[in-house]
């Protein structure tokens, strides 16, 4: 019985961390948009908005990583969840689909801002 109510417990924790991500995918730290890791997240020029795709794919998502959403993840308020080119699911605020950079070693990094004049920080 024990096993089984820790099994239960366990199993609550982590549906209640997925609708939480569900909700609210980012936060602001240091003016900035920020991944549930603290990294900082990143837009890129070329998607365009609104269009439910990333235009990020391959070795271009390998240096960007994209904020991933899961399956059963859903749009809420200014986030939204778009359909990546291999069937994966990814954040996307304001239309934008939602990045990290491979650069960026520790939360509070801000290496990617700027990269060829066509990556972001992404301000609230």
């Not at 924790?13 to 609708?19: I, K, R, S, T, V």
């Not at 020029?45 to 991933?68: E, F, I, Q, Y």
């Amino acid at each position: 019985m024990k096993i089984l109510t820790t099994a239960a417990l366990a199993a609550a924790l982590f549906l209640g961390g997925c609708a939480a991500m569900s909700s609210q995918p980012t936060k602001v730290a240091d003016g900035v948009l920020v991944g549930p890791n603290g990294m900082t997240l990143y837009t890129f020029d070329r998607d365009m908005t609104g269009s439910g795709k990333s235009v990020c794919n391959g070795p271009c998502a390998t240096n960007w990583p994209p904020l991933m959403a899961a399956e059963m993840d859903k749009p809420s308020g200014d986030y939204t969840v778009i359909t990546r080119d291999d069937g994966k699911k990814q954040w996307a605020m304001k239309g934008k689909p939602l990045y990290y950079w491979i650069k960026d070693t520790k939360a509070g990094d801000k290496t990617g801002d700027g990269v060829q004049n066509v990556w972001h920080v992404v301000k609230p």
